[in-house]
Each structure stands twice: as C-alpha cells, then as structure tokens.
C-alpha cells in the first residue's frame, strides 16, 4: 500500500512522493490506533494547505472556500459522496474510508499562513463540513475546529459549518460569540429520523435524538441553524408521513430552515451503497435499479414527484427560511449572492429548493 512506505518512520523520504497524489498532503508525520475501536487509524499528516477554493462551476458559491481538517470519515455513512477521495490514498471507498482517517494536525498554522499571504486571494466566505464530517469522533482528540473559526473571524471571514456529529456542541458557545463578529451559519445534517433506519445507513453517527438537541441548543444560544434532509432514500425515508414526521420533529427542535436533497449514487458509492441494500432491504434492490438506470441521479420523474410532495411540507412547517432567527448569520451563501437573493427571499413560495444551493453532498 502507497501509505506504508509514507511513514515517517521509513529510511527513504523519497518515497512520500506519493502523496503528491494528495492535494494539499505533504507528510505522514504518525500513525495513531484508539484503544476500543480496533479498526480505526488516524493518520497524522502535515498539510500543505489549508483553504481549498470551490470549483465555480459545481456550485453557486463563486469564490468560496472548503477546509477540511480530515479525509474518511467515522461515521460511516453508506451513501456518502465523498468516499471516492479515498482512492487516491490508496484506500477502498468503503471500510477504509470508515476506518483509516488522514487527520491534517497542523491545519490552524497553515489557515493562519495561508490568511496572511497574498497568493490565497480575497477569501469571502468558507464552507466546512462540505467534504467530510469536521465533528467525527477524533475531533475530541484532535480539537482542530476552534482554532479553525477563531482563524477566520480574526480574518473577518464568515463561514459556515455542516454536521452529523453532537460534539459540535463543545463549541456552540464559541460560535455564538462569534456570530456577533462575522457571519455564522450552522446546520446538522439529520436525514433519517427512524434510529433502526440510522443504524443501518449510518452506523457511525449519533442518534438524531442527540442532533436534534443538538440544533435546539444551537437555536437557545441566538445561531442561525438549520437542517440538511440529505439525502432522502427512495423509498425509505420519502414517504408522506415519513417526511410530516421528519419535518415536524425538526421544527419543534427549533431549526429555522430545511435543505433537501434525493440520494446520488455516485459511481464509487453505488457499489458500497448497493452491497448494504442488499443486506437490509433485499426486497428493494429491484427497484433502486429502476430508479437509478443509469448515472449517478434518481429520475426525473422520481425527483419531480418528490419536490411536489416535499416543497409544501417545507413551507407548511414554516421551514423555509422564513423564520430564521434573529442573529444575524446569513445562509451559507457567498456575499455576492447574499445581496442578489436577499430581496427574493420572502416572494418565493418555498425557498427550499432541491438543495442546488449548495455543493452536491450525495
Ligand atoms: S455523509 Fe458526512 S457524516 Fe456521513 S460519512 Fe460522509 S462525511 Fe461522514
């Protein structure tokens, strides 16, 4: 494997030229196994770089920015959309990505070189949590994430945070206070309520009992917050009742607007994704053929039946943005479309779009 001859422990340091494969990779610096979860290793690595820009054409942030501390993810989602990173490490997209977790250790000095330095450019807004979840288990260990916002605030760059992960809780009253200071937009990441259903698709994650707490301690503490219903599983989590019932848990925890989005099968996630329906819900593999003949996306016809049902529920539970609260942490959109959007905002019947308002996460 690529990785072992990228110890540092190893005579030739040549050999991490590998890692040129990984952008933003310059050094395995340790390799780090937790007592009580046999199969997780973290690697440590020294980060090249911090800020990685958005390609502008995937997605409507122009000019925005991603930092992502770690690569893998704990949490074990088996739909997730970034498993096919993990290949460039050398890694399978499935139990490695769960399991074999590239940690950037020195990711605030190089954020805070990297904001003090021209070439990065004017940064006006960063998304983390868009890759890989920033609040996994190691987060505990690592604490990477306060020195990451205290960075960007000091800045003057708002930012915005996404997670399935409950110790975000840890730094609720950080972010509070300083949403008084740059924009701050946080979101849990909550698409199946149903606790058999989560430990099926999401073995890793917290229950979302716990993320929904999670966003009412948010909401106490004046953050503007709200939920991502992504990805929605056919057949699964898509029914009607299913969604009153998601939608309605969500707004009583006090989320101020919801994002949808139907499950991608991405060509690196389908194998993985299909092997576990497989296993839980043989009777409903048939039909996922049928619904994904071919690409990554469910039908037209499926998505447009889906928007018809889900888009009034949205803005029947009032959470379609109407309702964000009174700090005033913006969407996580760039500045530029702030401006452009802000007058809309309230003519839209419902403001919650299949979520093209943001990266594709699934
Ligand atoms: S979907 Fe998010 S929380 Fe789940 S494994 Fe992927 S990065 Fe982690």
Not at 18 to 38: I, M, N, W, Y
Not at 79 to 104: E, M, N, P, W
Not at 181 to 204: K, N, T
Not at 339 to 352: N, P, W, Y
Request: glycine share 6%.
């Amino acid at each position: 494997m690529r990785w072992d001859a990228q110890e540092t422990a190893h005579a030739d340091l040549n050999a991490l030229s590998g890692l040129d494969l990984v952008e933003g990779l310059s050094e395995v610096t340790h390799k780090v196994r937790t007592p009580g979860f046999a199969d997780l290793v973290y690697h440590e690595v020294l980060a090249r770089s911090a800020l990685n820009r958005v390609p502008e054409a995937s997605s409507e942030f122009p000019g925005a920015y991603t930092i992502n501390p770690y690569r893998g993810c704990s949490h074990a989602c088996t739909y997730c959309f970034a498993r096919g990173s993990h290949r460039y490490l050398d890694f399978d997209t499935g139990h490695d990505f769960d399991t074999q977790i590239v940690v950037k250790t020195n990711i605030v000095e190089r954020l805070h070189h990297e904001l003090r330095t021209s070439h990065v450019g004017r940064v006006p807004f960063v998304m983390l949590g868009s890759n890989t979840d920033p609040y996994q288990r190691c987060e505990g260990r690592y604490e990477l994430m306060p020195g990451i916002y205290r960075e960007l605030a000091q800045a003057g760059i708002g930012f915005s945070v996404l997670t399935k992960g409950t110790l975000i809780r840890r730094d609720l009253p950080l972010l509070a206070e300083l949403a008084t200071q740059v924009p701050v937009s946080v979101s849990m990441s909550i698409p199946i309520v149903d606790d058999q259903l989560r430990q099926q698709f999401e073995p890793g994650t917290p229950s979302a009992q716990a993320r929904l707490r999670t966003v009412s301690r948010a909401r106490d503490l004046g953050l503007d917050v709200g939920v991502f219903l992504m990805p929605i599983l056919p057949l699964l989590t898509d029914s009607r009742s299913c969604l009153m019932h998601t939608l309605q848990t969500v707004g009583e925890a006090g989320a101020h607007h919801v994002l949808y989005q139907v499950l991608h099968l991405r060509p690196h996630v389908r194998p993985w994704f299909m092997r576990w329906l497989r296993e839980y819900h043989p009777g409903l593999v048939d039909r996922y053929v049928e619904l994904y003949p071919k690409g990554d996306r469910a039908t037209s016809e499926y998505r447009r039946s889906l928007a018809g049902l889900i888009k009034p529920l949205i803005s029947l539970y009032r959470l379609d943005g109407s309702q964000r609260g009174v700090q005033t942490a913006p969407a996580p959109r760039a500045p530029r479309l702030q401006r452009q959007r802000a007058a809309k905002t309230h003519s839209r019947s419902s403001q919650a779009t299949e979520a093209s308002a943001v990266p594709t996460l699934f």
